[in-house]
């Protein structure tokens, strides 16, 4: 569909009955215009002018109003899934996998592993939709399901930063999943969570995000990030224990009974983290269809080709009348 930046300049359409009302040809005396033989080629040459003047003006006013035509969507068909990336940012994720400061122990911290596996899985897979968010204490949104996929790799690389804060994972789960709300399902949907800690998710919070996933149809892969003598999501707790003690097993415990494909790795080096993000590429890889946006086409220098061409055609025909007999 045509559409238009500066659509007041259309109001100049209208002066493009000018031609069919003045023809702007000088008069010639004869002495009788009844015994002028009839002339089709020059009746027909004078509607040409005129329909030359009004194209003129009509181009030049859409012209000046921006003329383009939108961009429609293109439908693309590959294998592949739409994956919201939920990234912890706490400050633990700035701690080596041998536990500590990686940049005293001269190792990779724990957020620079993940940010250099997660960029070759998005490189990896180029018929995929990503979705980045990152969260602490509080969510952020970093980008919605996109197949630009420079743009996530890019803001991926940002998590490279110093991390702060706590690990919120409710808030970041219910961002994530509202990055499928009312988009039409056309491949596999999933929720990468990775993290290295974890913490209680409130009942009333459980049930919308149990919700959430069930409606939506969205599989959730935890890859935990765990430290030498860290808790596992998997080790139950002893009884006396409370849930403050061990979130990562009633987090997981949760996560079980969400009514959803859902599947837990425990990484506690570089090497292990590459094997779960490597073992969730070859999962999700199902048949993907989805609505591929086209840029807008500029219809300007159309326009301006149409109003050159009437106003030359005019010069032309000025150039070429007879003044008198």
């Not at 204490?137 to 890019?154: F, I, N, Q």
């Not at 807008?296 to 030359?312: E, V, Y």
């Amino acid at each position: 569909m045509i559409a238009f930046d500066q659509p007041a300049w259309l109001l100049g359409l209208a002066l493009a009955v000018l031609p069919w009302l003045w023809h702007g040809q000088p008069r010639v005396a004869w002495a009788s215009v009844a015994s002028l033989p009839h002339d089709p080629l020059s009746r027909a040459i004078g509607l040409g002018l005129r329909a030359a003047g009004s194209l003129a003006v009509a181009a030049a006013s859409a012209s000046l109003a921006g003329a383009y035509l939108q961009g429609q969507p293109v439908e693309r068909t590959g294998t592949g899934a739409h994956i919201v990336v939920l990234l912890d940012r706490s400050a633990s994720m700035a701690e080596g996998f041998a536990g500590g400061s990686a940049e005293r122990e001269g190792g990779e911290s724990k957020g620079h592993a993940a940010a250099r596996l997660l960029d070759e899985f998005v490189r990896l897979r180029g018929r995929d939709l990503f979705g980045l968010i990152f969260f602490s204490t509080a969510p952020m949104h970093v980008l919605s399901l996109t197949e630009d996929h420079g743009a996530v790799r890019a803001a991926i690389g940002a998590s490279r930063s110093m991390g702060v804060g706590l690990t919120n994972i409710s808030a970041g789960l219910a961002m994530a999943l509202a990055q499928f709300e009312d988009r039409p399902r056309t491949g596999s949907r999933v929720v990468l969570l990775v993290s290295d800690g974890a913490a209680g998710i409130d009942p009333r919070s459980q049930t919308r995000i149990r919700q959430r996933f069930q409606q939506d149809g969205v599989q959730l892969y935890w890859i935990y990030l765990r430290s030498p003598g860290g808790n596992s999501p998997t080790r139950l707790p002893s009884a006396e224990a409370g849930a403050d003690v061990a979130p990562e097993y009633h987090l997981n415990a949760f996560f079980q009974d969400l009514g959803a494909p859902y599947r837990l790795y425990e990484a506690d080096d570089p090497q292990s983290l590459a094997a779960a993000i490597a073992d969730v590429s070859a999962l999700q890889n199902l048949p993907l269809r989805y609505l591929e946006p086209q840029p807008r086409r500029a219809l300007a220098p159309w326009f301006d080709a149409a109003a050159l061409c009437g106003a030359l055609v005019w010069v032309l025909a000025r150039c070429g009348e007879v003044p008198r007999w």
